[in-house]
């Protein structure tokens, strides 16, 4: 059975940066999208960036940030990072590792906290 490990979440003042990682335990189906997602206190957890599959060059994000936000992997080391930099406050939630999309594989999620 596949499991997912996220760290690297904290507490961060605006402006700051944070480093997610994720790893994979067990095989993860190479055409499984990996990504990931941040949900706060009364809203839906919501994509934040994703790769589609292990062969896509091209990873997607959501608008608010791009420019940002670096969603990067290590297939071999079955890794995923999220480089988060310019942190404003409404990045504040819980960030889940995923792989597979919503009906797929989840983390157990780690908070981050952008305040002053």
């Known amino acids: 059975q596949v499991q997912l490990a996220e760290s690297g979440g904290g507490l961060v003042q605006p402006g700051g940066s944070l480093k997610l990682s994720c790893v994979a335990s067990g095989s993860v189906p190479s055409n499984y999208n990996a990504g990931w997602y941040r949900q706060t206190p009364g809203s839906q957890r919501e994509l934040v960036a994703r790769?589609?599959?292990?062969?896509?060059?091209?990873?997607q994000y959501t608008p608010s940030v791009r420019g940002r936000f670096t969603i990067s992997r290590d297939i071999a080391k079955k890794s995923l990072f999220l480089q988060m930099n310019s942190l404003k406050p409404d990045d504040t939630g819980v960030y889940f590792c995923?792989?597979?999309?919503?009906?797929?594989?989840w983390g157990q999620g780690t908070q981050v906290t952008v305040s002053s």
């Open positions: 995923n792989r597979g999309g919503t009906n797929g594989i």
């Open positions: 790769f589609i599959s292990d062969t896509a060059d091209t990873p």
